[in-house]
């Protein structure tokens, strides 16, 4: 499947198009006109992005060169797109998140900040930083470490803090903070482990670890470590 996830997204556009013949110069400029799937999401990206500070000609060629050069972009960009159809009933389409999903975007976003980030090129990684958080919702931190197959629902009101490590396979929603504690220094912000489930509104903060396939309900306030295969919630937050 990921070999070819770009030829059904292709097959997937030119379906949209026949429902929706308006919108055929957008979804072929975007998408159909495209060479693969890194060019379509950088093509994207650069038609949210722009600003008086950068074009959209720009913002491309910024973050293609970006992609381009961190070998991992590609794979982790098609996991997320497939995690996000496996696990949100409500992504029918692997086209839906690329074009729709702001959780998507924003992650894509931060996937070329981090690149920037790791490259010492810090004052860009943060102007692409403060552009996902004004338009997408979604706050990442780009020296924060998130692997491939991650879905950030929804996304508006998340905030990822800059020593956050996400696992693969991981659920993240709306308004959920992986944050310090205060004026701490150094490693303090949430290790979260593989198959986690974060649910709306939740708070997780300081240096601990949420363990694998645990789940923290929404409006939860993470403090202390989570056992694998656990539940918690409440105020602070308790197993269930």
């Given at each position: ?25 957008y979804?072929n ?9 890194i ?26 060169d970006?992609y ?6 590609e794979?982790?960009l ?13 992504c029918k ?24 980030w790791?490259?010492d090129r ?20 780009p ?16 905030v990822?803090?800059?020593t956050?490590?996400i696992?693969?396979n ?8 992986l944050?310090?504690?205060?004026f701490e ?8 482990e ?6 709306a509104?939740s708070?997780?903060l ?20 989570v056992?694998?295969d656990?539940?918690?919630a409440?105020?602070p937050a308790?197993?269930l």
């Amino acid at each position: 499947m990921k070999n070819n996830i770009f030829p059904k997204i292709k097959d997937e556009i030119k379906l949209r198009i026949n429902a929706e013949p308006s919108l055929e110069p957008y979804l072929n400029d975007l998408i159909l006109s495209q060479n693969s799937l890194i060019d379509s999401v950088a093509s994207i990206l650069a038609s949210k992005l722009n600003s008086d500070a950068l074009s959209s000609n720009k913002i491309k060629e910024f973050i293609l060169d970006v992609y381009h050069k961190c070998d991992h972009i590609e794979e982790d960009l098609i996991n997320d797109i497939i995690f996000f159809k496996d696990h949100d009933p409500a992504c029918k389409y692997f086209s839906t998140p690329i074009l729709f999903y702001k959780g998507f975007q924003g992650l894509a976003t931060y996937r070329a900040a981090n690149c920037l980030w790791n490259d010492d090129r810090h004052t860009m990684a943060l102007f692409f930083q403060n552009r996902a958080s004004e338009v997408f919702g979604v706050d990442i931190h780009p020296a924060a470490d998130i692997k491939g197959g991650v879905m950030i629902d929804h996304a508006t009101g998340v905030v990822i803090g800059e020593t956050s490590k996400i696992d693969k396979n991981v659920s993240i929603y709306q308004g959920v903070t992986l944050g310090g504690k205060g004026f701490e220094v150094g490693d303090r912000h949430p290790k979260i482990e593989s198959g986690v489930s974060i649910f709306a509104s939740s708070t997780i903060l300081g240096n601990i670890t949420i363990g694998k396939n645990s789940k923290v309900a929404a409006g939860s306030l993470v403090l202390k470590d989570v056992d694998p295969d656990t539940t918690v919630a409440g105020i602070p937050a308790k197993k269930l």
